[in-house]
């Protein structure tokens, strides 16, 4: 056996390895023993008969008792005086911007003589591998999948996931479970990966100009897939190689219906059978029973769809057009008897109260859309004005709208702020007299 000294740390981790099935030539290139060396530790460990649990539980100077190891001389007054630095070295490494080698000039700055940059880096690593220890995963192939992703509310023991990406891992049938609460630890590969795409992704596109997101993501699949094709450090295969013949034949099947992110608003269901869509100031129709009753609207960029208590009422194309109206048939049809005082009879009667020109007006507001449920709202709003502005402002108002033929709630709400209610239409007193040289309406026809 070589009479170099070796710390109890690398034989742990010689044991540990071999445990997890590395065979000696991994163990030589993860520990950086040579493989004779390795093979004689291995030896002497099965010759003792010891479980792993058992073997773990060993101390150190029973370990070197047992490993018949040379015990590690007393560090140098040089090394001394570098590992008293490491725990505000260490500190000041955290801080965004603060290099090695930074903190390197500082350490030669308070001592002149001491080691060389990469002998101070490699000090530094082995203190804070001995520092901060980290337990070692296997990862089974199609099992996990390491994402960065938001949380609604971070808790030790049940953390609330933001609504959207809990629908994305129902829509996909996965489950979600959050890393622990401030240990970045807990998603070190995808940190990892994070660094990964910045060094050989983003560094080669930042000085490039993209004037589309299209272009863009293009560029991005180009140098994504060099760098999937790209071998492991180290290792003889690539990413790309790895997925093809050990992950892509244990994965699950994805949804075929592809995953889009829906937005929800909470409304109640008007008088006329409709909700709005305030984002689009859009009105939908859904099924007359559920008028009164607070529903949930979930929309994407094509869909639109209306839940009561988790169930599916209706469904709508979605519409971009402002104050219009989109209907099914089946929801709003006139021979629907509605749980409601609305109806166009009750309108023309309340209006035909006021007087008969208003009550003309509101029936032309009525037959002006396809369907009348779809005026209910406007008349609604047209006969209370009748209370705000008094019956005969009202009556004047219908009158100056008919002779404009316009017939919606907006056009009684123009005439009456503009008080052209209380105008008096024009008429020419002076009539032309007859005379055999004025051409009459006759000669154009």
């Not at 290139?29 to 058992?54: C, E, M, P």
């Amino acid at each position: 056996m070589s009479n170099k000294p070796i710390s109890m740390q690398k034989l742990r981790q010689v044991i540990r390895l071999h445990g997890q099935g590395k065979g000696t030539k991994s163990i030589n290139r993860i520990v950086g023993l040579s493989r004779n060396t390795v093979k004689k530790y291995l030896q002497i460990f099965h010759a003792s008969s010891l479980s792993y649990d058992q073997f773990y539980n060993l101390n150190d100077s029973e370990l070197a008792l047992m490993f018949q190891v040379q015990k590690v001389p007393e560090p140098s007054q040089k090394r001394q005086n570098l590992e008293a630095l490491f725990p505000e070295l260490c500190k000041k490494l955290k801080k965004k911007g603060v290099t090695r080698e930074q903190l390197h000039k500082q350490y030669l700055e308070q001592y002149p003589d001491g080691y060389s940059l990469s002998s101070f880096c490699n000090y530094l690593q082995l203190y804070l591998g001995q520092s901060h220890p980290v337990m070692h995963i296997e990862h089974k192939a199609g099992e996990k999948m390491y994402i960065d992703f938001a949380v609604t509310k971070g808790s030790k023991y049940e953390a609330i996931i933001n609504l959207d990406f809990a629908n994305f891992a129902e829509h996909y049938a996965t489950t979600v479970i959050p890393a622990r609460a401030y240990k970045p630890r807990d998603k070190s590969l995808v940190e990892g990966a994070v660094k990964l795409i910045y060094k050989n992704i983003y560094t080669k596109l930042d000085n490039r100009v993209f004037h589309d997101i299209e272009s863009l993501n293009a560029a991005i699949r180009l140098e994504l897939e060099v760098h999937n094709n790209t071998a492991f450090s180290g290792r003889c295969y690539s990413r790309r190689q790895q997925f093809e013949e050990i992950e892509r034949e244990v994965l699950g099947k994805l949804n075929p219906f592809r995953y889009q992110i829906k937005e929800q608003a909470i409304v109640t269901v008007m008088k006329n059978g409709y909700v709005r869509l305030s984002k689009d100031i859009h009105y939908y129709s859904v099924p007359y029973q559920y008028i009164g009753k607070k529903v949930k609207i979930l929309y994407a960029a094509f869909d639109v769809e209306v839940y009561y208590q988790y169930e599916l009422i209706a469904k709508h194309k979605r519409q971009y057009r402002p104050y219009q109206y989109t209907t099914d048939i089946k929801h709003l049809a006139s021979q629907h008897q509605f749980l409601t005082d609305w109806s166009p009879e009750n309108f023309i009667k309340r209006a035909a109260e006021i007087h008969q020109d208003v009550a003309s007006y509101i029936a032309k507001v009525l037959e002006a859309k396809p369907f009348p449920e779809q005026a209910y709202k406007s008349c609604s709003g047209i006969l209370n004005f009748a209370r705000r502005v008094g019956s005969d402002r009202l009556i004047d108002a219908c009158r100056w709208a008919e002779s404009f033929g316009q017939y919606s709630y907006r056009t009684i709400e123009e005439i009456l702020q503009k008080h052209l209610d209380k105008l008096q239409p024009e008429v020419d007193e002076n009539e032309i007299p007859f005379h055999k040289n004025i051409r009459g309406g006759e000669y154009y026809k």
